[in-house]
């Protein structure tokens, strides 16, 4: 059974890999609209793949159960089945008969042994067009995580200063490790690397939690599609060497948590295209590039004089994208006025 738990655990993996390549990871273009890439390039993808931490899959109820009317956990070993206790008042609310739990993952860590336990709730999503009370537009980005627009007009503003100076804290003890060239450093970046996506899952999991409860049942969010799409020049940074950092935040992980978020809540995430969603005025529909002022983030429309923030702009053209959807159009596009 352990040797069946391998491959289901490298083919997994390399699942995992093969959405990444979809995805386009890693690029943008810089300000002469030149594609770059990372220092970490696209090929690292295509490596085998090492598992250097212990770990253990063990399946529900073949593996391991809990005991009933006992604070007690069965786990299958090598030699013997163990009884091991736990604290269940820190996840009391799975065992209502809702959830299902999945296959659980042994892992060790800093010298201690974990048990990792996926639990699942099938919800019945009752969402439909005419169901929608909310309808948010959510334009993401570096300067400012998230912008969230609602139908009127109302807006979320989630920055990211305070991220982006603490991966640049990140990058800079990287390169110090990096340039030691020892043993020691090496385990020390691997620490570094689980800490640093370990504290970005958790941003993720905290702004796709604030979106959900703000804006509460039956909302469509819409996001912007991002798959193959390279970053704007304009928002590179002065630096060409912290751009590769600032390129790697991890936005389609935030699309992943927000869209199960969103179902758990009979919600629902619609995909747009991204195209002019920065340039567009909303209020008469002109386009030009140097609407957007972007040393004093203000948006300023040639046509009509429209003005207000550049990020603002774009969350409110993403929101009509969802206001034409909820209308009736299958294929949602921007009226657009060329100068």
């Known amino acids: 059974m352990m040797a069946v738990s391998v491959f289901r655990t490298v083919t997994a993996r390399y699942k995992a890999v093969q959405e990444q390549m979809r995805q386009n990871p890693y690029k943008y273009k810089d300000e002469y609209g030149d594609l770059q890439f ?112 609602d139908e009127n007009g109302k807006c979320l503003f989630d920055s990211g200063k305070d991220i982006l100076r603490k991966r640049q804290k990140f990058l800079e003890c990287r390169k110090e490790l990096q340039s030691k060239h020892t043993w020691s450093a090496h385990c020390k970046l691997k620490q570094l690397s689980g800490r640093e996506n370990r504290w970005m899952s958790d941003v993720n999991h905290r702004i796709s939690k604030t979106l959900v409860s703000t804006y509460g049942e039956h909302t469509l969010f819409v996001l912007e599609d991002l798959t193959g799409i390279s970053f704007d020049e304009d928002n590179l940074s002065r630096s060409k060497k912290a751009n590769g950092e600032l390129r790697s935040w991890p936005f389609y992980q935030l699309e992943q948590f927000l869209t199960y978020k969103a179902e758990a809540t009979h919600s ?57 959807w909820v209308s009736g159009d299958e294929h949602p596009h921007l009226d657009i006025r060329r100068k």
């Open 268 to 324: 629902q995430v619609l995909k747009v295209p991204a195209k002019y969603t920065c340039q567009r005025c909303p209020k008469c529909g002109g386009i030009h590039k140097t609407n957007r002022h972007h040393q004093t983030h203000e948006y300023i429309c040639d046509y009509c004089g429209y003005r207000s923030n550049d990020n603002r702009v774009g969350a409110m053209n993403i929101q009509y994208f969802g206001a034409l």
């Open 38 to 149: 990372i220092s970490r390039t696209l090929e690292w993808l295509w490596k085998p793949i090492v598992f250097k931490r212990p770990q253990v899959d063990l399946v529900n109820r073949r593996d391991y159960r809990f005991l009933p009317n006992e604070k007690k956990l069965s786990l299958n070993t090598l030699g013997k089945r163990i009884i091991v206790d736990y604290e269940d008042q820190h996840f009391e609310e799975y065992f209502d008969g809702t959830w299902s739990f999945g296959t659980g993952k042994i892992v060790k860590l800093k010298g201690h042994w974990y048990f990792h336990i996926p639990v699942r709730k099938d919800v019945q999503n009752t969402f439909s067009r005419d169901t929608v009370q909310h309808v948010v537009g959510i334009d993401r980005g570096l300067r400012c995580l998230i912008t969230a627009c």
